[in-house]
């Protein structure tokens, strides 16, 4: 069965940054293109960040252009999110998506919290 499991949330100060990893199992993770999504309480999910399967090409929320950074390395089978100069606004819980032709898996999530 395939896996995502998101790692690397926790609570950090406005400003500071975090770095998020989601890790693909039974995947042809090199096949996938990636995506980065939040759900704040309230809110509906909204896509932050995504890459296409070789990396060349990313896409990026307004709201987290010129902070967050997407990535990926095939070989390890792993996809990130750098979050950097956060605020309160992103505060969500934050969910990897795979997208292999018509399927798409998603992790269970991981919380990030921005507050002092």
């Known amino acids: 069965q395939v896996q995502l499991v998101e790692s690397g949330g926790g609570l950090v100060q406005p400003g500071g940054s975090l770095r998020l990893s989601c890790l693909a199992s039974?995947?042809?993770?090199?096949?996938?293109?990636m995506s980065w999504y939040r759900q704040a309480p309230g809110k509906e999910r909204e896509l932050v960040a995504s890459i296409t399967n070789t990396g060349d090409s990313t896409n990026y929320a307004d709201s987290v252009k010129g902070r967050f950074t997407i990535s990926r390395d095939n070989a390890k089978n792993t996809a990130y999110l750098q979050m950097n100069s956060v605020s309160p606004e992103d505060t969500a819980v934050y969910y990897c998506?795979?997208?292999?032709?018509?399927?798409?898996?998603w992790g269970q999530g991981t919380q990030v919290t921005v507050s002092s």
């Open positions: 998506k795979a997208r292999l032709l018509w399927s798409a898996y």
């Open positions: 039974r995947l042809a993770f090199s096949r996938c293109d």
